[in-house]
């Protein structure tokens, strides 16, 4: 299981899924602080008992500051890869009361499906509101969880 949340601010440009979206705000981070990928990545890593996110690809790294989250999940892929893991399927819900996500979540599954080396139908992605309650609803930041299941090769 995984879980990411980065705040929403002016300036930046908002990446959901491996995808840029049309927004008026996007995600603070060292990355491009895609809140679905960190999600995805961090419950890989933990499945396989890897450790997270923060650990193999640190926001002090230089080499990772404005990275794609695309490349982070590959390397993440590969480096489960290393214990003989492969990706079975991915279950992910975005919490975020903007943008509306649903007509995006077919070319974000397209898009992760491709990174991962599986097929799109392993991918579920789900979105929701918090109904305005919180700091996602006060539309200050966007979480995301995801669920995986990895199986031995």
């Known amino acids: 299981m995984g879980y990411d949340v980065h705040r929403l601010v002016e300036g930046r440009e908002l990446w959901l899924g491996g995808i840029r979206l049309e927004h008026t705000m996007g995600l603070l981070g060292h990355s491009d602080a895609d809140v679905l990928i960190h999600a995805i990545c961090d419950a890989l890593l933990g499945a396989a008992n890897m ?53 995006y979540i077919p070319q974000m599954q397209q898009c992760l499906a491709s990174v991962m080396g599986i097929d799109e139908d ?25 669920v995986v299941l990895i199986t031995k090769e």
Do not use: M, W
């Open 51 to 103: 450790r997270d996110i923060g650990f193999h690809f640190p926001d002090t790294g230089e080499e990772f500051r404005g990275i794609d989250s695309k490349v982070l999940l590959q390397r993440t892929v590969e480096l489960i890869a290393t214990k003989g893991y492969r990706v079975g399927n991915v279950d992910a819900t975005v919490c975020a009361e903007r943008p509306k996500l649903n007509p």
């Open 122 to 146: 392993c991918v579920s992605i789900k979105a929701t509101t918090t109904e305005r309650l919180g700091f996602t609803g006060r539309e200050e930041g966007i979480s995301a969880y995801a």
